[in-house]
């Protein structure tokens, strides 16, 4: 069974902290791990990464994948309070025509002014 | 156009209701997924269309029904649902099946 583990499940920061999430997974025919961003609506889709050891940056976030390890971290810094939300973790896995994409319970970052 | 949009927002139905959830994007992209989301809890997926051919879920009731009629748009029927079912019901396209994924508002939808 897939499995993606987040953590830590919740975290508290104060504005200009720098953050580091965590995602694990066991999975098979492993085809790309992508992260999310959850407020009170839907998920606003982050990074996706396929290949090992390449960071992928967006402004204050940034993201990288260790397929030997089997795990991604997501990095935000000099944190604002509209960074609090739900991260999301989700691996997807692919062999033919099957396609699954298992998320994570999340991470809830809050930031304190 | 980068926007994925859902219709209705609310929905509230009865359990011997037929409903429907439809889901519109013009980005050209090829793939697109339905997800049902409860309370803090992630998303959860029921179902993908690649080029508008379904790829199954096996763990969705057949009280759902997808139905991609075009590559734009996507449509989820709803039939003698439980109250169980009540969730957010969230919509997503990708250029290709894998790739990085845009979600529509959901539609909220509570069963009776």
């Known amino acids: 069974e897939d499995k993606v583990v987040q953590s830590p499940l919740s975290l508290v920061v104060h504005e200009g902290d720098t953050v580091t999430l965590n995602c694990s997974y066991e999975v098979t025919n492993f085809r790309s791990l992508l992260w999310y961003k959850q407020e009170k609506k839907a998920p606003t889709f982050l990074f996706m990464l396929t290949s090992s050891g390449i960071e992928k940056k967006s402004g204050r976030l940034s993201s990288i994948l260790d397929k030997k390890e089997l795990f991604s971290i997501l990095n935000i810094t000099a944190t604002q309070t509209g960074d609090s939300a739900i991260y999301l973790c989700a691996v997807l896995r692919s062999g033919g025509s099957n396609y699954k994409l298992t998320f994570g319970k999340g991470t809830l970052l809050t930031v304190n002014p | 156009d980068t926007e994925v949009t859902q219709t209705p927002k609310h929905l509230v139905m009865g359990m011997t209701n037929k409903k429907s959830l439809k889901c519109e994007q013009h980005m050209g992209h090829r793939a697109m997924y339905w997800y049902k989301q409860k309370a803090k809890k992630p998303p959860e997926l029921m179902f993908v269309?690649?080029?508008?051919?379904?790829?199954i879920n096996e763990s969705v009731p057949s009280r759902f029904s997808p139905e991609c009629p075009n590559s734009s748009l996507l449509n989820l029927h709803l039939h003698a649902l439980q109250p169980e079912d009540s969730a957010l019901y969230l919509c997503a396209s990708s250029l290709l099946v894998g790739g990085s994924q845009y979600f529509g508002p959901g539609t909220r939808l509570t069963v009776l």
């Open positions: 269309y690649s080029y508008e051919k379904l790829s």
